[in-house]
């Protein structure tokens, strides 16, 4: 940061100032003083835009003159207090009498709007809230009024003490109000007191103090950091105070060393001004009062001094940018320019720089590449500082614990290459090609992030191995760093603190120099820090660089002096080397070597830059720009100022570009003089750069002779090469078009290429250039070859596929016939029917069907990728592809019919691993679609037992055996189906040999059918032989209760009582307690005593259970005869057909057609043949109770429609539906692959 007094304007007829306003948003100036005097003033700005008019004009423009200067008049005691309302355009002034005259603006004048006069107490002071709605008035006597923008009075309060001076908080809420005796006051919106606010700078102090300045930052440009302070209080015992709220117990306390009498923050909060004075000798045995502006960042931490001249400063006030601050000193306004430390650098034509967001509390960094205008704004927390050098920037920032702090190495688009974690507080910051070096008031630390052969070490694994040399910290009074160990972990932070702290860093590949407050410069070798010699100055060092060469050192030092130190002079006194040169420059605040001379250098003086050949300075040109570099003559600078007004859209008119005078005086003999003086010019004054735009000249000319000497005296060996070429052409006109496309003149090239009826090498021209539609648009034109055309296509489609502009490449990519791109077209435009095309077009075997393939895989498309896999011969993908989208029937369909085994394999392991995450329904979808019905009936099986365990509804539970179900009856007639062209073989007949033939295969394959139904049955007889069996159990379980709650108790009951034969599926405890409670209610006190008595005997149920079932039964049947009204058919005990065997009892009544069976629809037993059987599930219903059903009431499929022949399972008659049939509604049979 930088500061000086710029312009001084005068107030006619010494009137002094009393008070100091400037408008942050127009720029108006207000001042009031002695006499009534009130004058609004407003200077011209210093934009970039500005500062550019007049360079391009040659005119050397004085920034700041007056554009405006009125007198307001109004008053006749001298104004006392100035205020601005910034959002209203309103202006508040107050003299000694208390007269308070609001001012508005009307045609670019000021001019009265409302006067107030309480001619009680004198105004001490006034402040508008941060958004212009209010404005409160202070009185010395203690009274205080609080109105609104349209001059209505809110209120007015008598606080009872006197008021010196007052501020409202950032969201207009509280109001601090300080007296004359050095207090605080905290008071409400309404006025009403709240706290006082604790002065903890004034602690220890004996005496009276008064508080002379109090000012809360509004946040409206946004914050620092998170939580930095924003309430200043300055005493005019010099103590001051930074707090973050009014009641901030942490406050940073100050001791200025001054005696203060005002301070202001400026437009961010980022920068404190305090003005006051201090005692010096006068002669004799007077003092004088040395008046000056100290300036003090958010932390407290002093960064600045400015000395004034003059006795006494009234007021201070910050234009609205930052940039100037202006003081009303006696009867004078000096201003103050200020050049702020923005956080920036300059690398690979990009600028990157940290702003602050309203609305984030981060740091943005901007990235702005100047050359392609690309932007990539990064958010950075806590971000310390910047700098860029070569192909890296380094972000500095705190860290999370205490005492930590990160450096972050980026490239040109932000992106962070490598960072370190150090314990170094970075104060000083520098970058080099291979080095970070950060310091703090006494320790170095230097990170080597990348050597010679390596971009960056953390990419290199021998980098990474030698881990312990690219970090090195030692203390500044060591005398020789390069011994021992010096990384991190063994570096120890030293006892005690030097009393020479670090003032400044530089550093080139090989040279690092730190500077100390003494003037002492040290220098070191990098990468070993062998200490090299100590520099002795006779100035503290501010800033510090090198030339290119390392003779010379530029210093700048506390107070903006620019000098230099010969570095290979020898030194003064003994262990010192070179000498501090005479030469001197004051006011500089930034200044850059040439990287390609060591005697060019650039540096800003004020408001001026002045290059510099050794120490002869050029004509001074008007800028405000800092330096960015300065390479082949030309000086790149931006001009911060105006980027930061608009951060988030940075435009290159900011960016500026500076040539020295040797470089315009070449331009100005090429374009006036023989090109023999410009040559004698450029040799006296060589430079690389000269001698270029010298040989470019004689190109132009065609004079070769001169073109090659000053491509030699340029080193440029292409260059050499190039009039070599050109001197063999022998043709002029070939020359010129040579010389043409050197100067990338490519059109008129093309035309002389024209002229000379040289197509061929025109179309050769486009080609080495690229531009691949100008060879289109020439080889059409004269007839060229097909192939270039085809090439040339191939490369518009490419330049089109690169943009992603797809249908356009696709266009151009069917001209050439380039399948394969055609191929990435179509999918990118997601057009798979033309990809489809494209496939059927393509011969078998071609691999670029293999790519296809993967493409239609990679959207879901089976069928197409199936297709374009066997295509290619590859059956193997055509496989995996069906397995990948879960097309297992498909996937074991293709493995039958290739023979390929390993299908099976593939498909348990995937369902074990579906299995192992517990997907049991994708591991059952998985069989199913793999036809493997008997694993998908086990597993809804089991699917169904672990659900009736865990106590879920019962539908779900008879769902899964019913799906159970319906999986073994597909197995079933997937094994006995015959083939259906055996199958109409055997039933068309015939005598012949071959109808004896097939009649054979088909018994054989029944009979192989059946063998593997008995395999099955035998490992899993379970879900084979009684796949209905858990779907019956729970059909009727739910059936009985739909009974029960619906009345039907005697329906119920007899349900019940089927449900006996199900103990194995349900639990017996649920089945008997469910019995003996429709028993009950039906009266049927027999079953209910035998329901009971089975309850007491089972083995699993709890004995205070038991004890319970027993108790109840006794209170039951103490009142009612355990014997039931009449006999069921349900409970009668079938005698056996044979008396003996049971088991032949059973086998006889099947094959008899006595068994009785059960209606699925009402749970009765079915005794005669109107009955109607579902083809599905293969139960049957009573006619009576399904009247009106369309589906099964047990499978849910549906039924079979009228008058369609369908048998009962009784006895095997016939006596299913009749035609006219007595069932309402439609019937129709399920397909197989119906699910619920």
Same mark, same amino acid.
């Given at each position: 940061?930088?500061?000086?007094?710029?312009?001084?304007?005068?107030?006619p007829?010494?009137?002094?100032?009393?008070?100091?306003?400037?408008?942050?948003d127009?720029?108006?100036?207000?001042?009031?003083?002695?006499?009534?005097?009130?004058?609004?003033?407003?200077?011209?700005?210093?934009?970039?835009?500005?500062?550019?008019?007049?360079?391009?004009?040659?005119?050397v423009?004085?920034p700041?003159?007056?554009?405006?200067?009125?007198?307001?008049?109004?008053?006749?005691?001298?104004?006392?207090?100035?205020?601005w309302?910034?959002?209203?355009?309103?202006?508040?002034?107050?003299?000694?009498?208390?007269?308070?005259?609001?001012?508005?603006?009307?045609?670019?004048?000021?001019?009265?709007?409302?006067?107030?006069n309480?001619?009680?107490?004198?105004?001490?002071?006034?402040?508008w809230?941060?958004?212009?709605?209010?404005?409160?008035?202070?009185?010395e006597?203690?009274?205080v009024?609080?109105?609104?923008?349209?001059?209505?009075?809110?209120?007015g309060?008598?606080?009872?003490?006197?008021?010196?001076?007052?501020?409202?908080?950032?969201?207009?809420?509280?109001?601090?109000?300080?007296?004359?005796?050095?207090?605080?006051?905290?008071?409400?919106?309404?006025?009403?007191?709240?706290?006082?606010?604790?002065?903890?700078?004034?602690?220890?102090?004996?005496?009276?103090?008064?508080?002379?300045?109090?000012e809360?930052?509004d946040?409206?440009?946004?914050?620092?950091?998170p939580n930095?302070?924003?309430?200043?209080?300055?005493?005019?015992?010099g103590?001051?105070?930074?707090?973050?709220?009014?009641?901030d117990?942490?406050?940073?306390c100050?001791?200025?060393?001054?005696?203060?009498?005002?301070?202001?923050?400026n437009?961010?909060?980022?920068?404190?001004?305090?003005?006051?004075?201090?005692l010096?000798?006068?002669?004799?045995?007077?003092?004088k009062?040395?008046?000056?502006?100290?300036?003090?960042?958010?932390?407290?931490?002093?960064?600045r001094?400015?000395?004034v001249?003059?006795?006494?400063?009234?007021?201070?006030?910050?234009?609205?940018?930052?940039?100037?601050?202006?003081?009303?000193?006696e009867?004078?306004i000096?201003?103050?320019?200020?050049?702020?430390?923005?956080?920036?650098?300059?690398?690979c034509?990009?600028?990157?720089?940290?702003?602050?967001?309203?609305d984030?509390?981060?740091?943005c960094?901007?990235?702005?590449?100047?050359?392609?205008n690309?932007?990539?704004?990064?958010?950075?927390?806590?971000l310390?500082?910047?700098?860029?050098?070569?192909?890296?920037?380094?972000?500095?920032t705190?860290?999370?614990?205490?005492?930590?702090?990160?450096?972050?190495?980026?490239?040109?688009?932000?992106?962070?290459?490598?960072?370190?974690?150090?314990e170094?507080?970075p104060?000083?910051?520098t970058i080099?090609?291979?080095?970070?070096?950060?310091?703090?008031?006494?320790?170095?630390?230097?990170?080597?992030?990348?050597?010679?052969?390596?971009k960056?070490?953390?990419?290199?694994?021998?980098?990474?191995?030698?881990?312990d040399?690219r970090?090195k910290?030692?203390?500044?009074?060591?005398?020789?760093?390069?011994?021992?160990?010096?990384?991190?972990?063994s570096?120890?932070?030293?006892?005690?603190?030097?009393?020479?702290?670090?003032?400044?860093?530089?550093?080139t590949?090989?040279?690092?120099m730190?500077?100390?407050?003494?003037?002492?410069?040290?220098?070191?070798?990098?990468p070993?820090?062998?200490?090299?010699?100590?520099?002795?100055?006779?100035?503290?060092?501010q800033?510090?660089?090198?030339?290119?060469?390392?003779?010379?050192?530029?210093?700048?030092?506390?107070?903006?002096?620019?000098?230099?130190?010969?570095?290979?002079?020898?030194?003064?006194t003994p262990g010192t080397?070179?000498?501090?040169?005479?030469?001197?420059?004051?006011?500089a605040?930034d200044?850059?070597?040439?990287?390609?001379?060591?005697?060019?250098?650039?540096?800003?003086?004020?408001?001026?830059?002045?290059?510099?050949?050794g120490?002869?300075?050029?004509?001074?040109?008007?800028?405000?720009?800092?330096?960015?570099?300065?390479?082949d003559?030309?000086?790149t600078a931006?001009?911060?100022?105006?980027?930061?007004?608009?951060?988030?859209?940075?435009?290159?008119?900011f960016?500026?570009?500076?040539?020295?005078?040797?470089?315009?005086?070449?331009r100005?003999?090429l374009?006036?003089?023989k090109?023999?003086?410009a040559?004698?010019?450029?040799d006296?004054?060589?430079?690389?750069?000269?001698?270029?735009?010298l040989?470019?000249?004689?190109?132009?000319?065609?004079?070769?002779?001169?073109?090659?000497?000053?491509?030699?005296?340029?080193t440029?060996?292409?260059?050499?090469?190039?009039?070599?070429?050109?001197?063999?052409?022998?043709?002029?006109?070939?020359?010129?078009?040579?010389?043409?496309?050197?100067?990338?003149r490519?059109?008129?090239?093309?035309?002389?290429?024209?002229?000379?009826?040289?197509?061929?090498?025109?179309?050769?021209?486009?080609?080495?250039?690229?531009?691949?539609?100008?060879?289109?648009?020439?080889?059409?034109?004269?007839?060229?070859?097909?192939?270039?055309l085809?090439?040339?296509?191939?490369?518009?489609?490419?330049?089109?596929?690169?943009?992603?502009?797809?249908?356009?490449? +696709?266009?151009y990519y !069917?001209?050439? #016939?380039?399948?394969? =791109?055609? $191929?990435?077209?179509? %999918?990118? /435009?997601?057009?798979?029917t033309?990809?489809?095309?494209?496939?059927?077009a393509?011969?078998d075997?071609?691999?670029?069907?293999?790519?296809?393939?993967?493409?239609?895989?990679?959207?879901?498309?089976?069928?197409?990728?199936?297709?374009?896999?066997?295509?290619?011969?590859?059956?193997?993908?055509?496989?995996?592809?069906?397995?990948?989208?879960?097309?297992?029937?498909?996937?074991?369909?293709?493995?039958?019919?290739?023979?390929?085994?390993?299908?099976?394999?593939?498909?348990?392991?995937?369902?074990?691993?579906?299995l192992?995450?517990?997907?049991?329904?994708?591991?059952?979808?998985?069989?199913?679609?793999?036809?493997?019905h008997?694993?998908?009936?086990?597993?809804?099986?089991?699917? +169904?037992?672990?659900? !009736?365990?865990? #106590?879920?509804?019962? =539908?779900? $539970?008879?769902?899964? %055996?019913? /799906?159970?179900?319906?999986?073994?009856?597909?197995?079933?007639?997937?094994t006995?189906?015959?083939n259906?062209?055996d199958?109409?073989?055997?039933?068309?007949?015939?005598a012949?040999?071959?109808?004896?033939?097939?009649?054979?295969?088909?018994?054989?394959?029944t009979?192989?059918?059946?063998?593997?139904?008995?395999?099955?049955?035998?490992?899993?007889?379970?879900?084979?032989?009684?796949?209905?069996?858990?779907?019956?159990?729970?059909?009727?379980?739910?059936?009985?209760?739909?009974?029960?709650?619906?009345?039907?108790?005697?329906l119920?009951?007899?349900?019940?009582?089927?449900?006996?034969?199900?103990e194995?599926v349900?639990?017996p405890?649920?089945?008997y307690?469910?019995?003996?409670? +429709?028993s009950?209610?039906?009266?049927?006190?027999?079953?209910?005593?035998?329901?009971?008595?089975?309850?007491?005997?089972l083995?699993?149920?709890?004995?205070?259970?038991?004890?319970?079932?027993?108790?109840?039964a006794?209170?039951?049947?103490?009142?009612?005869?355990?014997?039931?009204p009449r006999?069921?058919?349900?409970?009668?005990?079938?005698?056996?057909?044979?008396?003996?065997?049971?088991?032949?009892?059973?086998?006889?009544?099947?094959?008899g057609?006595?068994?009785?069976?059960?209606?699925?629809?009402?749970?009765?037993?079915?005794?005669?043949?109107?009955?109607?059987?579902?083809?599905?599930?293969?139960?049957?219903?009573?006619?009576?109770e399904?009247?009106?059903?369309?589906?099964?009431?047990?499978c849910?499929?549906?039924?079979?429609v009228?008058g369609?022949?369908s048998?009962?399972?009784?006895?095997?008659?016939?006596?299913?539906?009749?035609?006219?049939g007595?069932?309402?509604?439609?019937?129709a049979?399920i397909?197989?692959?119906?699910?619920?």
């Amino acid at each position: 940061m930088f500061i000086y007094l710029s312009k001084k304007i005068a107030i006619p007829n010494g009137t002094r100032l009393k008070c100091l306003s400037w408008n942050s948003d127009q720029g108006w100036i207000a001042c009031g003083g002695e006499n009534g005097l009130l004058k609004v003033l407003r200077l011209e700005g210093t934009s970039s835009k500005e500062i550019k008019a007049s360079n391009a004009k040659g005119q050397v423009t004085q920034p700041g003159n007056l554009s405006l200067n009125q007198t307001l008049e109004g008053h006749n005691g001298s104004v006392l207090c100035v205020t601005w309302n910034d959002s209203f355009q309103k202006l508040t002034t107050s003299d000694e009498s208390g007269l308070i005259i609001v001012w508005m603006l009307h045609k670019g004048m000021w001019y009265e709007e409302m006067i107030n006069n309480r001619n009680k107490s004198v105004v001490k002071d006034m402040k508008w809230t941060s958004n212009g709605e209010k404005i409160c008035i202070a009185y010395e006597d203690g009274a205080v009024i609080v109105g609104s923008v349209d001059g209505n009075r809110l209120w007015g309060k008598e606080v009872g003490i006197s008021l010196s001076l007052v501020e409202w908080s950032p969201d207009g809420r509280l109001l601090l109000f300080c007296t004359p005796s050095g207090e605080c006051h905290v008071y409400d919106g309404s006025g009403n007191a709240v706290s006082k606010v604790p002065l903890y700078c004034n602690e220890g102090y004996v005496g009276l103090s008064k508080i002379v300045g109090i000012e809360w930052y509004d946040g409206i440009e946004g914050f620092a950091e998170p939580n930095c302070p924003v309430l200043a209080i300055c005493l005019d015992n010099g103590r001051m105070q930074l707090m973050r709220y009014e009641s901030d117990d942490n406050a940073v306390c100050i001791d200025t060393g001054i005696k203060p009498c005002k301070c202001k923050w400026n437009m961010n909060g980022t920068i404190l001004a305090v003005a006051g004075y201090q005692l010096g000798g006068g002669g004799g045995t007077a003092t004088k009062e040395l008046w000056m502006v100290q300036f003090y960042n958010y932390s407290g931490e002093h960064l600045r001094t400015l000395r004034v001249p003059g006795n006494g400063i009234s007021g201070l006030s910050w234009e609205g940018n930052g940039l100037r601050l202006a003081l009303a000193v006696e009867s004078f306004i000096y201003f103050t320019n200020v050049r702020p430390d923005y956080k920036w650098g300059f690398f690979c034509n990009t600028l990157v720089y940290a702003f602050n967001r309203p609305d984030r509390t981060e740091h943005c960094v901007m990235f702005w590449d100047t050359k392609n205008n690309d932007k990539y704004p990064k958010y950075v927390r806590k971000l310390v500082a910047i700098q860029a050098f070569g192909d890296f920037c380094v972000l500095a920032t705190k860290g999370e614990n205490p005492g930590e702090y990160i450096l972050i190495l980026c490239n040109a688009i932000g992106s962070p290459v490598d960072s370190k974690y150090i314990e170094v507080e970075p104060k000083y910051l520098t970058i080099t090609h291979y080095h970070v070096i950060a310091a703090s008031d006494e320790v170095v630390y230097v990170w080597q992030f990348r050597t010679s052969f390596s971009k960056v070490l953390s990419t290199d694994v021998t980098g990474v191995k030698r881990k312990d040399v690219r970090e090195k910290l030692f203390q500044i009074d060591e005398d020789d760093p390069s011994k021992g160990d010096r990384g991190p972990e063994s570096f120890k932070p030293p006892a005690n603190t030097t009393s020479d702290s670090i003032s400044a860093l530089c550093a080139t590949e090989n040279v690092l120099m730190v500077g100390r407050a003494s003037g002492v410069v040290q220098r070191y070798s990098l990468p070993h820090l062998t200490p090299e010699g100590k520099h002795v100055l006779r100035c503290r060092p501010q800033m510090l660089a090198l030339n290119c060469n390392q003779t010379k050192m530029s210093v700048i030092d506390i107070n903006g002096v620019l000098s230099f130190f010969d570095l290979t002079a020898k030194g003064g006194t003994p262990g010192t080397q070179g000498e501090h040169l005479a030469f001197e420059r004051k006011d500089a605040w930034d200044m850059r070597w040439a990287d390609d001379n060591p005697e060019l250098f650039a540096m800003m003086e004020k408001t001026r830059m002045y290059i510099f050949r050794g120490l002869d300075p050029e004509e001074p040109v008007t800028s405000s720009a800092y330096l960015c570099s300065f390479h082949d003559l030309e000086i790149t600078a931006v001009f911060i100022d105006d980027i930061m007004a608009q951060a988030d859209q940075p435009d290159t008119e900011f960016m500026t570009m500076y040539e020295t005078r040797s470089l315009r005086d070449t331009r100005d003999l090429l374009r006036t003089t023989k090109i023999e003086d410009a040559y004698s010019f450029v040799d006296s004054n060589s430079h690389p750069r000269l001698w270029r735009i010298l040989a470019e000249h004689a190109l132009e000319e065609l004079d070769f002779v001169m073109a090659d000497k000053a491509f030699v005296r340029s080193t440029d060996y292409q260059g050499i090469q190039f009039v070599k070429h050109l001197q063999k052409l022998g043709d002029k006109a070939k020359q010129r078009a040579e010389v043409a496309v050197y100067f990338k003149r490519f059109d008129e090239a093309e035309q002389l290429y024209h002229k000379m009826d040289r197509p061929d090498l025109a179309i050769d021209m486009r080609m080495r250039l690229g531009d691949w539609f100008k060879v289109e648009k020439l080889v059409k034109e004269n007839s060229g070859d097909d192939a270039q055309l085809v090439n040339a296509w191939n490369k518009i489609g490419q330049y089109y596929s690169d943009r992603h502009k797809w249908q356009k490449a +696709a266009q151009y990519y !069917a001209q050439a #016939k380039s399948s394969e =791109m055609l $191929v990435e077209c179509f %999918y990118a /435009l997601e057009d798979f029917t033309a990809l489809g095309k494209l496939m059927d077009a393509m011969p078998d075997g071609s691999p670029l069907l293999i790519s296809v393939g993967e493409k239609f895989q990679s959207v879901g498309l089976c069928n197409e990728g199936v297709a374009a896999f066997l295509k290619a011969g590859d059956t193997k993908k055509a496989i995996d592809c069906c397995v990948l989208l879960n097309q297992w029937d498909q996937a074991v369909a293709l493995a039958q019919q290739y023979t390929f085994p390993q299908i099976a394999m593939l498909l348990a392991k995937y369902a074990n691993h579906l299995l192992e995450k517990e997907k049991y329904l994708e591991a059952i979808e998985l069989y199913r679609k793999a036809n493997h019905h008997p694993e998908a009936a086990k597993l809804l099986t089991d699917l +169904a037992e672990k659900s !009736a365990s865990l #106590k879920v509804h019962p =539908m779900r $539970v008879k769902k899964l %055996y019913v /799906l159970a179900a319906l999986e073994v009856d597909k197995f079933k007639r997937r094994t006995l189906d015959m083939n259906p062209l055996d199958a109409a073989s055997t039933m068309m007949g015939g005598a012949t040999k071959a109808a004896t033939a097939t009649m054979a295969a088909t018994a054989a394959q029944t009979l192989a059918g059946l063998m593997t139904l008995e395999a099955a049955s035998a490992t899993d007889t379970k879900g084979i032989d009684s796949a209905w069996r858990g779907a019956e159990a729970y059909h009727f379980w739910l059936l009985a209760h739909r009974q029960l709650y619906a009345g039907q108790v005697d329906l119920a009951m007899r349900t019940a009582l089927h449900l006996r034969n199900y103990e194995d599926v349900l639990d017996p405890q649920e089945v008997y307690s469910f019995l003996a409670l +429709a028993s009950f209610y039906n009266k049927f006190f027999g079953q209910c005593s035998k329901a009971f008595i089975k309850l007491e005997s089972l083995p699993a149920i709890p004995n205070d259970k038991r004890e319970a079932f027993a108790d109840l039964a006794m209170s039951i049947f103490l009142k009612n005869a355990p014997a039931d009204p009449r006999s069921l058919r349900e409970t009668m005990t079938k005698k056996g057909l044979n008396g003996k065997n049971p088991v032949v009892d059973a086998l006889l009544e099947d094959l008899g057609g006595n068994k009785e069976q059960v209606c699925v629809a009402s749970g009765r037993i079915i005794k005669d043949g109107n009955t109607v059987r579902c083809k599905t599930c293969k139960h049957s219903m009573i006619v009576t109770e399904v009247r009106g059903r369309e589906t099964c009431p047990l499978c849910h499929a549906l039924l079979p429609v009228p008058g369609e022949k369908s048998r009962t399972a009784l006895g095997g008659s016939n006596g299913g539906v009749s035609d006219k049939g007595m069932l309402g509604g439609r019937y129709a049979t399920i397909g197989e692959d119906e699910m619920y």
